[in-house]
């Protein structure tokens, strides 16, 4: 079953001495990889670079620049793996650098159609 571990990078005054550094993600990239779990991935640009749609009831557009959210978290990238089920994704977003140092791995399965 595939599943998406959503990385969400605590606010930069939130962050702890325990937040991971490149090498750990270099090495958990790897271990996904050689686990054969690995489906697609992807880290995301600043969030300066964030531009926000909405469409009204009317069907009028708009855009603004960055994101327009009330949050304290940052999604910063994305895994999806192929896992026999969701304890084994747990196991897998609980390794990920991306839980440490404040921040957070939100674990969704992915839906098939």
Request: proline share 4%.
């Amino acid at each position: 079953m595939k599943y998406m571990l959503m990385i969400h990078s605590a606010a930069a005054d939130e962050a702890t001495a325990d937040a991971c550094s490149v090498e750990d993600w270099m090495a958990y990239d790897k271990a996904v990889q050689e686990a054969g779990i690995w489906v697609s991935g992807h880290s995301l640009a600043d969030l300066t670079t964030a531009t926000t749609v909405r469409v009204g009831p009317g069907g009028e557009r708009t855009v603004t620049d960055g994101p327009f959210a009330e949050t304290r978290e940052i999604l910063g990238g994305y895994y999806v793996i192929d896992v026999p089920d969701l304890d084994v994704a747990l196991d897998w977003a609980a390794r990920c650098p991306g839980a440490r140092g404040g921040g957070s791995v939100m674990v969704r399965p992915v839906a098939e159609f």
